[in-house]
């Protein structure tokens, strides 16, 4: 399992009874964790004393339940990136921690690269990959349907001063952007996708990523350069295991470009415990 212990704004302080308790600077937060299927004893006093707790509804959903006063966003850094957070919708704050582990990766693709890198991020949420992908010196286009979630973006581009990169900031559909990419010729050295596990398109299309995942790897296949760097599907989805993205790399990049396809579980070091929690897979393909 691949995972960073440089964090110093975000920390995982236990895990126990389907719920994480994390300090995010100075704000501590309680959310459900469905992976976190044991009872250990809940003895780190933060417990108690939680500022928020993110509490599921039987009807799908939930609310936050804040019992201290906090910022309506707060700002947390990793090294030299800065991210915006808040309690948000559906338990999340905006940032993924565990990410940070394929930010350090492809980061340092880019500085060794010795030339000019262009990135594509898909369903690129609120940055975080984007703006540690400006940081090292790439050119980078951010696509994701949501406007909000772009607007986040860039403002997380802003916080790490890096908004004056080369940069381009795209609200859509990310099918429907890689179509027309291939169709305009334009073509990159770097793509990641944090595709979701289910979802619905414009036209109502209904998404799963298990059924697609294939053919959207196989379609963005067609904008990689003659000279390609990496290509990183996430993935939060059970069912769909780090092997199997890693097979789908190895049968539709490699023949192509050659290289080497492999997969991981990322997670998060728990302080109580000193054991690592398992938070979603990566597949990497990369020279």
Known sequence: MRYTSDWKDYELLD?????????????TLIRP?????????????????????YHRSSSGGG??????????FWSIGYGDLNFNVK????KHTGIFPEQAVNWDYTAK??????RPVKVLNLFAYTGGATVACLK????????????????WAKENAV???????????????????????IRRGNKYDIIIMDPPSYGRGPGGEIWKLENEVYSFVELCSQVLSDNPIMVLINSYTTGLSPAVMQYILGALIKPKFGGVAESDEIGLPVTQTGMILPCGASAIWHK
């Open 87 to 90: 309690t948000m919708g559906f």
């Open 136 to 151: 090292a010196g790439a050119e980078v286009v951010h696509v994701d349907a949501s406007k909000g979630m772009v607007q």
């Open 109 to 114: 693709l880019i500085k060794n690269a010795g």
């Open 63 to 72: 609310n936050w339940e804040i019992k201290n006063k906090i910022p309506s």
């Open 159 to 181: 916080a790490s001063g890096v908004a004056d990169r080369k940069v381009r900031w795209i609200v859509d559909d990310c099918i429907k952007f890689v179509q027309r990419e």
């Open 15 to 27: 895990c126990s009874s389907g719920e994480r308790l994390e300090r995010w600077g100075n704000v």
């Open 33 to 53: 964790d469905p992976q976190v299927i044991w009872k250990t004893p809940k003895k780190h006093p933060a417990w108690r004393r939680a500022d928020a707790v």
